[in-house]
């Protein structure tokens, strides 16, 4: 049997027909040869053999092992050889050394795997998964978990949706009542919650290490009531607000030229820019539906050189496209229902990129069938098959040569437990990992593989949903 890799490798092939059986100690000494150049490949191996690997003897069948960077790959690219003779790598980076474990794992996990070899680019670089931590709060475990599933399918960032109406969920150096008087509330009036600085540089260390940058996003100047709750000064009329618990959209906007409203934004994006390791600050910009588009725009161009000033690069969602906006801006496509008459404004505009996240494709908050419990439905149904059957240059009405990423989202309007969570993303963020890998199998191929990779989330405890297109025999 052909080892079931998701996202399926460009190259994978059978080597003989012999079984692969690796010793404990070569995935060890594997291990060990990823040391120093690859923490996160290493110490995801050193686990998997510690829990997972073949104890019997090595004795004389034990195979030679390397793992070597190789700079002449394609970045986060691999070859892996596995057979009872070799077990050899090469990798471009640290993250193709990680993408080559992954692939060998679930090899491993593969009833009747046979010796093989198999080599994988990505087709975007940006490959993301968003969890919104706004509507309801999650903290360092839940995320790790999150950062866990989403580096075994090859994601490379982790965007936070860390303010929306319902809650402020990171400290701001300087502006306590942030997270004093705006963090104690969920979407239904649960308690909340928010990351202190140490905790946001956890999650940082632990996404680094499984090669993941985050990507934290102020959401402005709209979803901003639990801003104004902290700072009534920031709003249009300057009133207090109470704490808000429903999932409406679109009501909140701040005072766009108010002092003091940029005063307390440049805080925020000092703050975020000091703490936030990656190269980007996602700083929102959907769905303002309160304020007037020129006001609008001058509002995100002003944000966008505040950003620069910081010294980070902005990310808007696609509401943003025809403000006047900074070198390398990455624009993240969501909906046909906003702004498409201004798309094409930045087609010309050098150093504008996009990112893939289209609702109807890739938002796994939406339910996957009409009666399921949890998830909304606004742009229709997302099964397994639409989640993974498309390519992004056709379903977002952008050039495909500005296309850089894709990032698949859940917001939490329902989502209250760490079940909900992975209840929602598995298996759906496997298929959209391989659509952002450019994986080139069928569906068929996906939804066989599935069951083995099923296997191991009933054994580590992680609730799924068991869509209708997979036979899942293999689980109980
Ligand atoms: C739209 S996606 C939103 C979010 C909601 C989501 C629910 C986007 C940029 N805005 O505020 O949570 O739909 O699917």
Redo the contacts with the bound molecule.
């Keep these: 049997m052909l080892p079931q890799v998701i996202p399926a490798p460009q190259s994978l092939s059978a080597l003989t027909q012999e079984p692969l059986v690796l010793p404990q100690s070569a995935l060890t000494e594997l291990a060990l040869a990823f040391h120093d150049w690859a923490p996160g490949a290493s110490a995801r191996l050193t686990s998997f053999a510690q829990t997972d690997g073949d104890t019997s003897p090595s004795g004389s069948s034990a195979p030679a092992v390397s793992a070597t960077q190789d700079s002449e790959l394609a970045a986060q690219g691999f070859t892996l050889t596995a057979s009872n003779a070799e077990l050899i790598v090469t990798a471009a980076d640290p993250n193709g050394a990680l993408y080559a474990v992954n692939a060998l794992i679930q090899a491993l996990r593969t009833d009747g795997v046979t010796e093989f070899q198999a080599a994988s680019t990505p087709k975007y670089e940006f490959r993301g998964f968003m969890l ?1 931590i706004t ?1 309801h709060f999650f903290g360092v475990s839940e995320i790790k978990t999150a950062i866990d599933l989403a580096s075994q399918y090859n994601l490379n960032r982790l965007h936070l949706h860390l303010s ?1 109406d319902q809650g402020w969920r990171v400290e701001i150096e300087g502006r306590p009542e942030f997270t004093e008087l705006a963090s104690a509330n969920d979407a239904d009036g649960g308690p909340g919650g928010y990351l202190t600085f140490a905790q946001y540089d956890e999650v940082q260390d632990y996404a680094q290490l499984y090669g993941m940058t985050v990507v934290p996003e102020i959401d402005l100047p709209g ?1 901003t009531h639990a801003m104004q709750v902290a700072y009534p000064q920031t709003s249009p009329d300057g009133k207090p607000r109470e704490p808000y618990a429903g999932i409406e ?1 679109g009501f909140s906007y701040l005072n766009l030229e108010g002092e003091e409203t940029w005063q307390i934004l440049e805080d925020v994006v000092a703050s975020l820019a000091k703490h936030t390791r990656g190269t980007y600050l996602h700083m929102g910009g ?2 303002v539906l309160k304020v007037e588009r020129p006001d609008y725009e001058k509002f995100m161009s002003r944000l966008g050189k505040l950003v620069t000033k910081y010294g980070k690069k902005l990310t808007l ?1 696609h509401e943003g496209a025809g403000s006047e906006l900074p070198q390398g801006t990455q624009l993240q496509y ?2 046909s229902q906003f702004n498409q008459e201004n798309l094409a404004k930045t087609f010309d505009t050098p150093g504008i990129q996009y990112i893939a996240s289209p ?1 109807k494709h890739a ?1 796994l ?2 339910k996957p069938v009409e009666d399921f419990p949890l998830g ?1 439905t ?2 229709g149904l997302v099964n397994l098959e639409t989640a993974f059957s498309w390519e992004p240059a056709s379903a977002i009405p952008v050039p495909a040569h500005l296309i850089t990423g894709v990032e698949t ?1 859940l ?1 939490t ?1 329902t989502i209250r437990t760490l079940d909900d969570i992975t209840t929602m993303i598995l298996p759906r963020l496997p298929a959209v990992a391989s659509v952002a890998w450019g994986s080139t199998g069928t569906f068929e191929q996906f939804a066989q593989a599935l069951p083995s990779h099923a296997k191991v989330w009933q054994d580590q405890g992680l609730a799924f949903y068991r869509d209708p297109a997979v036979s899942w025999n293999e689980t109980k």
């Design positions: 919104d509507r929306d979803h959209v959907d769905e969602w969501w909906t609702a938002y908050d939406l909304l606004w742009a989202c917001w309007e």
